[in-house]
């Protein structure tokens, strides 16, 4: 199935987009929704372990299935002041 991913801040940038289509198994966790993009784009390796999902606009954990339709968002921590 093809989901559709929002992504945000350093991801948005090293992605170049704010929103990626990505083609995933049937019970696709977010764990391996996030392993098939750190395949599908290395430079975004570095920060794997701290990426945050978000699936249906409430924070998911890493076993959380994703099904077609779902709202799905990729974060990670950002600083500033």
Known sequence: MTI??????????????SMIHVEVPENCST????DLL?????SIEPVHNVIRVAVNDEWASWDTLIAAGDDVAL????SGG
């Open 75 to 78: 974060l990670t921590p950002v």
């Open 31 to 34: 764990r391996m929704l996030v």
């Open 4 to 17: 559709s991913v929002r992504v945000f801040a350093m991801l948005r940038e090293a992605l170049g987009a």
């Open 38 to 42: 750190v395949k599908a784009f290395p």
